[in-house]
């Protein structure tokens, strides 16, 4: 009931305004994170069928085997600047429907987004404690990873912050998801959409000035798709870089 209520309190326009004033997206980017966020809330609204155990009966003579779903306690959120609405609603509204407490350190960068989604968890119900922020850069990351009290850590952000995360925490016992930065790739064939396939480079290269983790930063152009670069260095030449709250904003 809580999350329901929690789900239908976040407002993706004026989050993404907040977003985009703190992190600098366009706005159609900003509001498309909040609205990506909020998609997991509604699916830790169904978390009850998937927080089942199992049961086998007769695996053998005289036995059988059941297995149970229960809270690990005390878990923790990094997040990165790129998302910070929707990369925290990934982490927390599941971590609490299935029993557990949360801390969560937003990017020092940009922490508005995850104080104002903390508060609509209060507005909504959540009893305090149960989700707490804390903030900060390298001893906030420490602590988290040291603290014996945290049992399980998720992280996304940078390869070299991951890495540290990963064997800290590890070192210390806990369970630990560290999912870092991607290199991508497009390989274009020359039978592909010429109008499609440029249009989706272009977004898939410069969108949110590359600050996405799928963010295409090589295109390796196949045979006659090799002729298509000049106009793909026109489209990408033609994209207004503004700030992002500036009508037909592109970056």
């Keep these: 009931g809580i999350n329901a209520e929690y789900g239908s309190g976040i407002n993706a326009e004026y989050g993404g305004a907040n977003i985009t004033l703190e992190q600098g997206k366009t706005l159609a ?4 994170d909040v609205i990506r966020g ?10 009850t069928s998937l927080q089942m155990g199992e049961t086998m009966a007769g695996v ?36 609490n429907v299935c029993g557990n407490t949360y801390v969560l350190k937003p990017s020092e960068r940009d922490p508005g987004a995850a104080m104002m989604l903390a508060q609509l968890a209060m507005d909504a119900g959540l009893p305090k404690g149960v989700l707490n922020i804390i903030h900060g850069t390298h001893d906030s990351v420490n602590f988290i990873c040291d603290n014996p009290d945290i049992k399980a850590i998720s992280f996304v952000g940078s390869n070299q912050a991951g890495t540290h995360i990963y064997e800290r925490g590890s070192k210390n016992g806990k369970r630990v998801q560290s999912n870092m930065a991607a290199k991508n790739h497009g390989v274009i064939l020359p039978d592909a959409n010429k109008e499609n396939t440029l249009n989706q480079l272009c977004g898939a290269a410069f969108g949110a000035a590359g600050q996405r983790c799928m963010a295409l930063s090589v295109a390796v152009m196949v045979g006659e798709a090799r002729n298509w670069i000049p106009e793909l260095v026109e489209r990408a030449q033609k994209l207004k870089v503004t700030a992002g709250n500036q009508p037909g904003a592109d970056v």
């Design 29 to 32: 980017d900003a509001e498309g």
């Design 60 to 95: 053998t003579k005289d036995m059988d085997t059941y297995s149970f779903r229960e809270p690990l306690g005390v878990c923790a959120g990094i997040t990165p600047f790129n998302f910070p609405a929707m990369i925290p609603l990934w982490m927390f509204p599941l971590a």
């Design 38 to 47: 909020l998609q997991i809330v509604e699916h830790a609204c169904s978390v």
